[in-house]
Protein backbone atom coordinates (compact mmCIF):
# COMPACT_ATOMS: atom_id res chain seq x y z
CA UNK A 1 0.00 0.00 0.00
CA UNK A 2 1.20 3.32 -0.75
CA UNK A 3 1.19 6.04 2.00
CA UNK A 4 -0.70 9.10 1.55
CA UNK A 5 -0.06 11.79 3.97
CA UNK A 6 -3.19 13.89 5.28
CA UNK A 7 -2.71 17.51 6.84
CA UNK A 8 -5.54 18.97 8.87
CA UNK A 9 -4.57 22.28 9.80
CA UNK A 10 -4.24 26.36 9.32
CA UNK A 11 -4.89 26.85 5.60
CA UNK A 12 -0.83 28.71 5.74
CA UNK A 13 0.84 25.28 5.63
CA UNK A 14 -0.77 23.95 2.01
CA UNK A 15 2.06 26.67 0.38
CA UNK A 16 4.90 24.03 -0.57
CA UNK A 17 7.64 24.16 -2.45
CA UNK A 18 7.70 21.65 -4.60
CA UNK A 19 4.10 20.25 -4.83
CA UNK A 20 2.17 19.54 -8.30
CA UNK A 21 -0.65 18.31 -9.76
CA UNK A 22 -2.81 20.50 -7.24
CA UNK A 23 -5.88 21.00 -7.31
CA UNK A 24 -9.44 21.47 -4.66
CA UNK A 25 -11.79 18.61 -4.41
CA UNK A 26 -15.07 18.55 -2.91
CA UNK A 27 -16.15 15.64 -1.32
CA UNK A 28 -19.62 14.52 0.58
CA UNK A 29 -19.75 11.97 3.26
CA UNK A 30 -22.66 10.34 4.41
CA UNK A 31 -21.74 12.87 7.46
CA UNK A 32 -22.23 15.88 5.38
CA UNK A 33 -19.44 18.33 4.35
CA UNK A 34 -16.31 18.48 5.28
CA UNK A 35 -15.14 22.03 7.01
CA UNK A 36 -13.77 22.87 3.26
CA UNK A 37 -12.73 21.44 -0.13
CA UNK A 38 -9.70 19.02 0.34
CA UNK A 39 -6.78 20.19 -1.41
CA UNK A 40 -4.49 17.95 -3.11
CA UNK A 41 -1.26 17.56 -4.76
CA UNK A 42 1.61 15.15 -5.32
CA UNK A 43 5.16 15.71 -3.46
CA UNK A 44 8.22 14.53 -5.20
CA UNK A 45 10.58 12.40 -2.73
CA UNK A 46 13.35 10.31 -3.30
CA UNK A 47 11.77 7.22 -2.78
CA UNK A 48 9.20 8.57 -5.85
CA UNK A 49 5.90 10.69 -5.66
CA UNK A 50 3.81 11.11 -2.73
CA UNK A 51 0.04 12.05 -2.47
CA UNK A 52 -0.81 14.75 -0.03
CA UNK A 53 -4.59 15.90 1.12
CA UNK A 54 -5.25 19.16 2.67
CA UNK A 55 -8.11 20.52 4.86
CA UNK A 56 -8.57 23.90 6.70
CA UNK A 57 -9.82 22.30 9.48
CA UNK A 58 -12.11 25.63 10.41
CA UNK A 59 -12.52 26.43 6.80
CA UNK A 60 -10.83 28.85 4.45
CA UNK A 61 -11.05 32.23 6.49
CA UNK A 62 -11.26 30.37 9.66
CA UNK A 63 -15.03 30.36 9.39
CA UNK A 64 -15.94 27.28 11.82
CA UNK A 65 -15.92 27.43 15.58
CA UNK A 66 -14.01 24.72 17.11
CA UNK A 67 -17.30 23.16 18.56
CA UNK A 68 -19.06 23.22 14.84
CA UNK A 69 -16.47 21.77 13.27
CA UNK A 70 -17.63 18.77 11.15
CA UNK A 71 -14.99 16.48 12.67
CA UNK A 72 -16.64 12.98 11.20
CA UNK A 73 -17.08 14.37 7.76
CA UNK A 74 -13.47 15.54 8.09
CA UNK A 75 -12.05 12.26 8.79
CA UNK A 76 -14.15 10.07 6.37
CA UNK A 77 -13.15 12.61 3.88
CA UNK A 78 -9.69 11.82 4.49
CA UNK A 79 -10.35 8.47 4.28
CA UNK A 80 -12.01 8.55 1.28
CA UNK A 81 -9.52 10.58 -0.60
CA UNK A 82 -7.12 7.54 0.34
CA UNK A 83 -5.34 9.02 2.73
CA UNK A 84 -3.43 6.27 5.24
CA UNK A 85 -1.27 8.55 7.50
CA UNK A 86 -3.44 11.70 9.07
CA UNK A 87 -1.18 14.70 10.85
CA UNK A 88 -3.22 17.50 13.20
CA UNK A 89 -0.95 20.68 13.18
CA UNK A 90 -2.80 23.11 15.92
CA UNK A 91 -2.50 25.64 17.86
CA UNK A 92 -2.50 25.47 22.03
CA UNK A 93 -1.78 27.00 25.55
CA UNK A 94 0.75 25.45 27.25
CA UNK A 95 0.49 24.43 30.39
CA UNK A 96 3.92 24.39 31.44
CA UNK A 97 6.54 27.25 32.25
CA UNK A 98 9.48 24.88 30.27
CA UNK A 99 6.98 24.79 26.51
CA UNK A 100 7.48 28.47 26.01
CA UNK A 101 5.35 29.82 23.06
CA UNK A 102 6.83 28.59 20.06
CA UNK A 103 7.44 25.22 21.40
CA UNK A 104 6.28 22.16 19.35
CA UNK A 105 4.99 19.35 21.15
CA UNK A 106 4.30 16.34 19.41
CA UNK A 107 1.22 15.15 21.74
CA UNK A 108 1.18 11.08 22.70
CA UNK A 109 -2.20 11.24 25.25
CA UNK A 110 -5.29 13.14 25.38
CA UNK A 111 -7.80 13.97 28.04
CA UNK A 112 -10.96 14.83 26.67
CA UNK A 113 -13.16 17.14 28.03
CA UNK A 114 -15.45 18.45 25.33
CA UNK A 115 -19.25 17.72 25.65
CA UNK A 116 -21.10 18.42 22.31
CA UNK A 117 -19.47 16.94 19.59
CA UNK A 118 -20.29 13.51 17.68
CA UNK A 119 -17.70 11.55 18.15
CA UNK A 120 -18.01 8.07 16.62
CA UNK A 121 -18.94 7.17 13.43
CA UNK A 122 -20.48 3.84 14.79
CA UNK A 123 -24.40 4.45 16.10
CA UNK A 124 -27.11 2.10 17.53
CA UNK A 125 -27.41 -0.39 14.70
CA UNK A 126 -23.89 -1.08 14.59
CA UNK A 127 -21.35 -1.05 17.73
CA UNK A 128 -17.60 -1.12 18.01
CA UNK A 129 -15.32 0.01 20.41
CA UNK A 130 -11.66 0.63 19.53
CA UNK A 131 -8.78 1.34 22.04
CA UNK A 132 -7.23 4.35 22.99
CA UNK A 133 -4.87 3.42 25.53
CA UNK A 134 -2.36 5.02 23.04
CA UNK A 135 -4.15 7.51 20.60
CA UNK A 136 -1.44 8.46 18.38
CA UNK A 137 0.89 6.46 15.68
CA UNK A 138 4.55 5.99 17.24
CA UNK A 139 5.71 5.63 13.56
CA UNK A 140 4.20 9.06 12.40
CA UNK A 141 5.67 10.64 15.55
CA UNK A 142 9.44 9.13 14.75
CA UNK A 143 8.91 10.84 11.51
CA UNK A 144 8.28 14.31 13.13
CA UNK A 145 10.78 13.63 15.54
CA UNK A 146 12.94 13.55 13.09
CA UNK A 147 11.95 16.13 10.97
CA UNK A 148 11.99 19.21 14.40
CA UNK A 149 14.99 17.92 14.94
CA UNK A 150 16.81 18.06 11.82
CA UNK A 151 14.97 22.27 11.28
CA UNK A 152 16.52 22.76 15.03
CA UNK A 153 12.87 23.87 15.93
CA UNK A 154 11.96 23.93 19.90
CA UNK A 155 10.32 20.53 20.42
CA UNK A 156 9.30 18.04 23.36
CA UNK A 157 8.13 14.36 22.05
CA UNK A 158 5.55 13.33 24.40
CA UNK A 159 2.64 15.37 26.23
CA UNK A 160 -0.61 15.12 27.10
CA UNK A 161 -3.55 17.35 25.15
CA UNK A 162 -6.40 18.94 27.15
CA UNK A 163 -9.08 19.10 24.31
CA UNK A 164 -11.74 21.74 26.02
CA UNK A 165 -14.82 22.54 24.32
CA UNK A 166 -14.30 26.51 23.74
CA UNK A 167 -14.68 28.83 22.05
CA UNK A 168 -14.03 30.93 25.36
CA UNK A 169 -10.52 30.17 26.62
CA UNK A 170 -10.29 28.61 30.22
CA UNK A 171 -10.83 30.38 33.10
CA UNK A 172 -7.63 30.45 36.13
CA UNK A 173 -9.38 28.14 37.85
CA UNK A 174 -9.78 25.69 34.95
CA UNK A 175 -5.95 26.55 33.79
CA UNK A 176 -5.16 25.56 37.58
CA UNK A 177 -7.01 22.72 37.94
CA UNK A 178 -5.88 21.27 34.48
CA UNK A 179 -2.11 21.91 35.62
CA UNK A 180 -3.05 19.78 38.49
CA UNK A 181 -3.90 17.44 36.29
CA UNK A 182 -0.40 17.03 34.45
CA UNK A 183 -1.63 18.31 31.31
CA UNK A 184 1.05 19.83 28.97
CA UNK A 185 -0.93 21.78 26.40
CA UNK A 186 -4.47 23.08 25.70
CA UNK A 187 -6.44 23.21 22.78
CA UNK A 188 -10.09 23.14 21.11
CA UNK A 189 -9.62 20.89 18.59
CA UNK A 190 -7.68 17.52 18.69
CA UNK A 191 -10.71 15.98 20.25
CA UNK A 192 -13.02 14.09 18.91
CA UNK A 193 -10.93 14.10 15.84
CA UNK A 194 -8.37 11.05 17.10
CA UNK A 195 -10.73 9.32 18.20
CA UNK A 196 -12.55 9.01 14.54
CA UNK A 197 -9.01 8.86 12.98
CA UNK A 198 -8.33 5.58 15.07
CA UNK A 199 -12.49 4.28 14.08
CA UNK A 200 -11.27 5.26 10.14
CA UNK A 201 -8.11 2.88 10.86
CA UNK A 202 -5.93 5.77 10.27
CA UNK A 203 -2.76 6.36 11.09
CA UNK A 204 -2.72 9.93 13.53
CA UNK A 205 -0.24 11.80 15.18
CA UNK A 206 -0.15 15.33 16.64
CA UNK A 207 2.02 18.37 16.86
CA UNK A 208 0.68 21.06 18.88
CA UNK A 209 2.52 24.45 18.13
CA UNK A 210 2.27 26.46 21.74
CA UNK A 211 1.17 30.43 21.35
CA UNK A 212 0.43 31.12 25.01
CA UNK A 213 0.82 29.97 28.63
CA UNK A 214 -3.12 29.92 28.79
CA UNK A 215 -3.63 31.70 31.75
CA UNK A 216 -2.00 30.58 34.46
CA UNK A 217 1.52 31.94 34.09
CA UNK A 218 1.56 34.91 36.53
CA UNK A 219 4.24 37.20 34.47
CA UNK A 220 1.85 36.96 31.33
CA UNK A 221 -0.92 38.74 30.12
CA UNK A 222 -4.19 36.96 29.90
CA UNK A 223 -5.03 34.98 26.29
CA UNK A 224 -5.54 37.58 23.57
CA UNK A 225 -6.57 36.44 20.21
CA UNK A 226 -3.48 39.05 19.06
CA UNK A 227 -1.37 37.66 20.65
CA UNK A 228 -2.31 33.66 19.23
CA UNK A 229 -2.35 35.22 15.69
CA UNK A 230 1.53 36.97 16.49
CA UNK A 231 2.96 33.86 16.86
CA UNK A 232 1.12 31.55 15.12
CA UNK A 233 2.33 33.89 12.20
CA UNK A 234 6.00 33.36 13.39
CA UNK A 235 5.26 29.20 13.42
CA UNK A 236 3.67 29.07 9.92
CA UNK A 237 7.16 28.34 7.97
CA UNK A 238 8.35 26.37 10.74
CA UNK A 239 4.96 24.12 9.93
CA UNK A 240 5.74 24.20 6.60
CA UNK A 241 8.87 22.87 7.14
CA UNK A 242 7.96 19.93 9.18
CA UNK A 243 5.24 19.13 6.93
CA UNK A 244 7.63 19.03 3.86
CA UNK A 245 10.25 17.20 6.12
CA UNK A 246 7.18 14.49 7.26
CA UNK A 247 6.50 14.04 3.92
CA UNK A 248 9.85 12.86 2.72
CA UNK A 249 10.44 11.07 5.37
CA UNK A 250 6.85 8.98 4.95
CA UNK A 251 7.81 8.69 1.05
CA UNK A 252 10.00 6.49 1.84
CA UNK A 253 8.38 4.22 5.12
CA UNK A 254 7.50 0.59 3.66
CA UNK A 255 6.43 -0.63 7.64
CA UNK A 256 2.92 1.02 6.89
CA UNK A 257 0.68 -1.33 6.05
CA UNK A 258 2.03 -3.32 8.90
CA UNK A 259 0.78 -0.48 11.88
CA UNK A 260 -1.67 -1.49 14.13
CA UNK A 261 -3.32 1.99 13.62
CA UNK A 262 -4.58 0.52 10.26
CA UNK A 263 -6.12 -2.68 11.96
CA UNK A 264 -8.01 -0.98 15.01
CA UNK A 265 -11.08 -2.33 14.14
CA UNK A 266 -10.25 -5.72 13.82
CA UNK A 267 -11.77 -6.97 16.64
CA UNK A 268 -13.84 -3.86 17.38
CA UNK A 269 -16.84 -4.51 16.05
CA UNK A 270 -19.41 -6.24 18.35
CA UNK A 271 -22.74 -6.12 17.23
CA UNK A 272 -23.41 -9.77 15.66
CA UNK A 273 -23.72 -9.75 11.66
CA UNK A 274 -27.23 -10.75 11.37
CA UNK A 275 -28.29 -7.33 13.72
CA UNK A 276 -26.83 -4.81 11.87
CA UNK A 277 -28.73 -2.23 10.52
CA UNK A 278 -28.10 -2.72 6.94
CA UNK A 279 -28.19 1.55 6.45
CA UNK A 280 -26.17 1.55 9.67
CA UNK A 281 -23.35 -0.65 7.95
CA UNK A 282 -24.09 1.03 4.25
CA UNK A 283 -23.06 4.29 5.63
CA UNK A 284 -20.00 3.11 7.79
CA UNK A 285 -18.51 1.42 4.98
CA UNK A 286 -17.72 4.56 3.95
CA UNK A 287 -15.07 4.75 6.50
CA UNK A 288 -14.72 0.91 7.78
CA UNK A 289 -15.13 -0.91 4.33
CA UNK A 290 -12.08 -3.55 5.11
CA UNK A 291 -14.52 -4.99 7.93
CA UNK A 292 -18.01 -5.17 6.71
Not at 70 to 94: E, I
Not at 141 to 167: F, I, N
Not at 185 to 200: D, F, S
Request: proline fraction near 6%; charge should be neutral; aromatic fraction near 6%.
Amino acid sequence: MHNVLGIIGGSGIYDLTGLTETRWVTVDTPWGRPSDELYTGVLPTPAGPLRMVFLPRHGRGHRIPPAEVNYRANVAAMKHLGVTDLLSVSAVGGLRADLPPGTFVIVDQFIDRTIARAKSFFETGLVAHVSMAHPVCPRLGDHLQRALASLQVPHVRGGTYLAMEGPQFSTLAESRLYRSWNCDVIGMTNMPEAKLAREAELCYASVAMVTDFDCWHPDHDAVTVEAVVSVLLSNAEKARSLVLGAAQALGADDHGAQCGCRQALQHAVITAPQFRDPEVVQRLKFVASRVL
